[in-house]
């Protein structure tokens, strides 16, 4: 069935540096993908929506120049996290929606956790 | 806007108990539900969802109806196990015709079944 991949599963940066995540659709082609954060004890909040070959559109509060998400190809989306502080540890997870093959099922990523130290 | 209320946990039940997580929903139209379950150090995996009004979504023991009247899709487990300790998202995707939209969650509820 349709997967989706995110990568990587755990990453711990130093405060200022930036950080990549990398979400892929491995078996269907998805236009837009989406890139939730959840703080612990918390609901998923929406923070973008990624659009192949164009602007992703983002949420109200969340920073783009902060969190740059660049979906190249169909199949995969990137948000980079730049400067990141201690702030920003957080879980990190995308999805895609499969298409009507695939029952329009939406798919969710791993997960990244992510903490700056 | 659309939105999605779940009770607050921690539950916490012993084995073989009855569950009930209650999840209402504000929303136009004729959202999808849906209900996401995600495991210690894991992402989110489906659980279950229904599309339209009376619907029952099923896994695993699982249940949830779609109910349209009273805008709720509680989820029921009649014997719970151990390994069913997780966090249960309830959440809907509003019906509009563009297509791609995105889930919106509830807050989640911690549930812990006791041996």
């Known amino acids: 069935g349709a997967v989706v991949s995110q990568h990587p599963s755990w990453v711990i940066c130093k405060s200022g540096t930036s950080v990549k995540i990398e979400c892929r659709s491995l078996?269907?082609?998805?236009?837009?993908m989406f890139w939730y954060r959840q703080f612990p004890k918390q609901s998923l909040m929406l923070m973008a929506t990624?659009?192949?070959?164009?602007?992703?559109?983002?949420e109200q509060g969340v920073e783009k120049d902060k969190f740059l998400i660049n979906h190249a190809s169909l199949t995969l989306s990137t948000l980079t996290v730049t400067s990141a502080h201690p702030e920003d540890s957080s879980f990190y997870i995308c999805?895609?929606?499969?298409?009507?093959?695939?029952?329009?099922?939406?798919?969710f990523g791993e997960g990244s956790w992510l903490t700056v130290v | 806007g659309d939105s999605v209320t779940q009770m607050e946990g921690p539950v916490t039940l012993s084995e073989e108990a009855f569950l009930t997580i209650n999840c209402t929903y504000t929303a136009t139209g004729y959202p999808s539900l849906f209900w996401y379950v995600q495991y210690p150090g894991e992402g989110l995996q489906l659980l279950l969802k229904?599309?339209?009004?009376?619907d029952k979504g099923s896994n695993k023991g699982f249940e949830a109806t779609y109910r349209k009247e009273t805008t709720s899709f509680h989820l029921e487990k009649g014997s719970v196990q151990v390994s069913d300790s997780a966090v249960y998202f309830c959440a809907l995707r509003p019906n509009r015709n563009s297509g791609n939209t995105p889930l919106v969650f509830g807050k989640g509820t911690r549930l812990s079944v006791i041996a």
């Open positions: 990624s659009n192949e070959g164009s602007k992703a559109t983002y």
């Open positions: 999805s895609a929606r499969a298409g009507s093959r695939s029952g329009n099922t939406i798919y």
């Open positions: 229904a599309t339209k009004a009376d």
């Open positions: 078996d269907f082609q998805a236009t837009t």
